[in-house]
């Protein structure tokens, strides 16, 4: 069965932390790898990653992707509390053709002033 | 763009009683997913269309979820009859085609359905 997980499920730190939050993959026909952002509402689009080793950079936001051993993290520097928010990790595979993304349970981070 | 637009925002409803979620994709997408998020089981895809047309619908819980794609403009949830169980929040994505690369596309979520079944 097709599954994506996430850890830690939750996490608190203080404003200028760092953190990683990670997420592993157990997908067939692997096409690509995306994480979200919820706050209060819908999830909201990060980045999608579908090479090894190419590093992603948004802001404080970085992320990165290893096919081999089947995982990705999520760096996010000097955290406010702006940061606090579920993040969601998915994948786009599985049996279908195509469009089909499988979530995992999300990381919910508490960023404290 | 007005995004993703979903409706009703909240519902509450006796069990028993039939409920209907409806979903207005991003013009111009010609896929859409709806999903439900709990916080046991987190966000799971229910169905999802590809040009009004249900591709996989594996997600579907059981027979009392049923789901419509009548045209490009328009896709409906339909829940009869509703259960507690059902109370979730019902989103509605919709993203582009994947084009000759086969894949790797951004999914656009609406606001959601907060559902709650009495």
């Known amino acids: 069965e097709d599954k994506v997980v996430q850890s830690p499920l939750s996490l608190v730190v203080h404003e200028g932390d760092t953190v990683t939050l990670n997420c592993s993959y157990e997908v067939t026909n692997f096409r690509s790898l995306l994480w979200y952002k919820q706050e209060k509402k819908a999830p909201t689009f990060l980045f999608m990653l579908t090479s090894s080793g190419i590093e992603k950079k948004s802001g404080r936001l970085s992320s990165i992707l290893d096919k081999k051993e089947l995982f990705s993290i999520l760096n996010i520097t000097a955290t406010q509390t702006g940061d606090s928010a579920i993040y969601l990790c998915?994948?786009?595979?599985?049996?279908?053709?195509?469009?089909?993304?499988?979530f995992g349970q999300g990381t919910t981070l508490q960023v404290k002033p | 763009d007005a995004g993703v637009i979903q409706s009703p925002r909240h519902e509450v409803t006796e069990m028993g009683q039939e409920v209907t979620l409806r979903c207005k994709p991003i013009s111009g997408h010609d896929y859409l997913f709806w999903y439900r998020q709990t916080m046991m089981r987190g966000l799971e895809l229910l169905i999802y269309f590809n040009n009004n047309v249900p591709i996989d619908d594996s997600g579907m819980p059981e027979d009392r979820f049923s789901a419509k794609m009548p045209n490009a403009s328009f896709s409906t949830l339909k829940i009869q009859p509703s259960e507690p169980r059902d109370s979730a929040v019902y989103f509605c994505?919709?993203?582009?085609?994947?084009?000759?690369?086969?894949?790797?596309?951004?999914?656009?979520f609406g606001p959601g359905t907060r559902l709650t079944v009495t």
């Open positions: 994505a919709s993203s582009k085609g994947t084009g000759m690369r086969g894949g790797s596309y951004e999914q656009y």
């Open positions: 998915a994948v786009e595979g599985g049996s279908s053709n195509t469009g089909k993304l499988i």
